[in-house]
């Protein structure tokens, strides 16, 4: 697999990193003995699994809590504590606490897509699940034209939540908001939403869309996104709109999860698809 890894100068090839490059996206053995010490302050209940790592380079310590409940306060516990936000990152899933250095954060991710496609940020139409303040889509749904197919932040008014407006929730919210949007392509293709929607979100034109995996793409239980996801998602791409998964999850996860289905909707692989790996660390080339 082609990789690339996030640098000050952005997305550059592992032969092109110097030593701080490294630093700055990965963890070393002081770095989770210091990080491992913080969370066990707060609980020691919750339990280390593993290190979530991409060519063998340590990017995300993953610890392990019960399923579907929201561990944000935990998260923003971990950033107040005294030397831990200077170092590190906190973030929530449905399935975990993720630690990483600093700037590796879905937001981060999403500007380095929105200046490789030239777009402003509120041009691309940004989709997540865990959206609230410590949860691991909140920097990627920070900005206008957002959508929340679960937890939100409810001091953002720049994001529509599905789940609490309709009820409608993960990949069913996604497809069901993804329905009611505008796109238009670089060549001026129009995509009309197949339904109007009152709320401001729906009467904006987007060029581009962001979406996180588990929980956005994928629903609970489920393994791989559905026929009609994907179906939905190559009619984005065959249409010239460019597409960002942006995921804490690593290449071979990545690979058996999303491209294998992925690859038997698409006639050929898309150079308008984009992987975000490990919360935006490194960049896998799909084509």
């Excluded at 032969?15 to 490294?22: A, F, I, K, P, T």
């Excluded at 999403?110 to 410590?134: E, H, R």
């Excluded at 939540?161 to 908001?177: C, D, K, P, R």
């Excluded at 942006?246 to 308008?272: C, Q, W, Y």
């Amino acid at each position: 697999m082609n990789f690339r890894f996030l640098t000050d100068c952005g997305y550059l090839p592992a032969d092109q990193l110097n030593e701080r490059d490294w630093s700055d996206i990965t963890l070393s053995r002081e770095d989770a003995r210091a990080i491992t010490a913080q969370v066990f302050s707060i609980s020691e209940d919750i339990n280390p699994v593993q290190f979530l790592s991409i060519a063998d380079r340590r990017i995300i310590l993953y610890f392990y809590c019960d399923r579907d409940i929201d561990y944000s306060w935990f998260s923003r516990r971990l950033e107040g504590r005294e030397g831990f936000a200077d170092k590190y990152r906190a973030n929530c899933t449905d399935y975990g606490i993720l630690v990483a250095k600093r700037n590796i954060h879905k937001g981060n991710a999403l500007k380095q897509f929105a200046s490789m496609i030239n777009l402003p940020v509120d041009k691309i139409a940004k989709f997540g699940d865990q959206g609230q303040k410590g949860g691991n889509d909140h920097e990627l749904l920070a900005y206008p034209g957002s959508f929340s197919v679960y937890r939100h932040d409810k001091a953002n008014s720049n994001t529509f939540n599905s789940h609490e407006a309709f009820n409608i929730s993960n990949a069913a919210g996604t497809l069901w908001v993804l329905e009611r949007l505008n796109f238009v392509s670089p060549d001026n293709t129009r995509i009309d939403a197949l339904q109007d929607m009152p709320f401001i979100q729906f009467k904006q034109t987007y060029q581009a869309a962001a979406f996180d995996m588990d929980g956005t793409l994928i629903s609970d239980g489920e393994s791989r996104p559905s026929d009609a996801m994907y179906r939905m998602l190559a009619a984005l791409l065959e249409k010239g709109i460019p597409i960002a998964i942006i995921t804490a999850r690593n290449a071979e996860e990545i690979d058996h999860m999303f491209l294998r289905g992925f690859n038997g909707v698409l006639d050929e692989p898309s150079k308008n698809l984009f992987l975000f790996l490990c919360n935006g660390a490194a960049l896998l080339n799909s084509h």
